[in-house]
């Protein structure tokens, strides 16, 4: 059974950087799969941000491209979602999950997710 | 971006109750639909993926149908521990995007 843990810190500065880790467990990151991370708020809903491949290969939502990294690290098992410029609108749970790329199989696995707050 | 709608916003329904779920894409997204359940304060819960396949572990119970716009999730007699909001997601085109939800309420 894969599992996924967000980390990270759940209160950052506006203008600052959130900075967030997701540990996969009970399967290998370098399984031919998709690592994506999701936001949720109660004005917008869920929210796709973007994702990495086992290759490194990323795709992006648009509308947020410019602010975010999405990275892979092998050697511990995870990934890292990095969002600059953040304001108030940021304010979001945060869930890592992943996206089955053979047979359609979409999303299986998520994170519990993580509340970050954007505030002074 | 695709426009996924779902119908209706929220539902009322009885114990032992067969209900179903409508979501529309505003183009043609083939069979990459996907169906999760999600319950306060907890993470969303895989479904149904391509449309109409149950991930492991999920009840016959939960079926879903459709393809190209069309789409809809069925749930079959319903216990308490199925109220929860519903999401769809197409996943053909990026960015993938996400109904605005369904709140199956008791």
């Known amino acids: 059974q894969v599992q996924l843990q967000e980390s990270g810190p759940g209160l950052v500065k506006p203008s600052g950087t959130l900075s967030l880790t997701c540990a996969v467990s009970?399967?290998?990151?370098?399984?031919?799969?998709?690592w994506i991370w999701v936001r949720q708020t109660p004005g917008k809903g869920l929210e796709w941000i973007g994702e990495i491949y086992l290759s490194g290969s990323t795709n992006y939502n648009p509308s947020l491209k410019s602010r975010v990294t999405i990275s892979l690290d092998k050697s511990k098992n995870q990934f890292s979602l990095k969002f600059t410029s953040v304001t108030a609108a940021d304010t979001a749970v945060y869930y890592c999950?992943?996206?089955?790329?053979?047979?359609?199989?979409?999303?299986?696995?998520w994170g519990q997710g993580i509340l970050v707050t954007v505030s002074s | 971006d695709i426009q996924m709608t779902q119908s209706p916003s929220s539902l009322s329904a009885s114990v032992g109750d067969r209900v179903t779920i409508t979501c529309r894409a505003s183009q043609d997204i083939s069979n990459y639909l996907a169906w999760f359940q999600q319950k306060p304060g907890k993470a969303p819960k895989s479904l149904i993926y391509a449309a109409s396949n149950l991930h492991n572990g999920v009840p016959s119970k939960f079926s879903g149908s459709g393809s190209g716009t069309d789409f809809t999730l069925t749930i079959s007699s319903l216990q308490p521990e199925d109220f929860a909001t519903f999401y769809c997601q197409q996943y053909n085109n990026y960015p993938y995007t996400f109904g605005q939800g369904t709140k199956l309420e008791i």
């Open positions: 009970g399967g290998s990151i370098s399984s031919p799969n998709w």
């Open positions: 999950a992943r996206h089955v790329s053979v047979s359609g199989k979409g999303i299986d696995y």
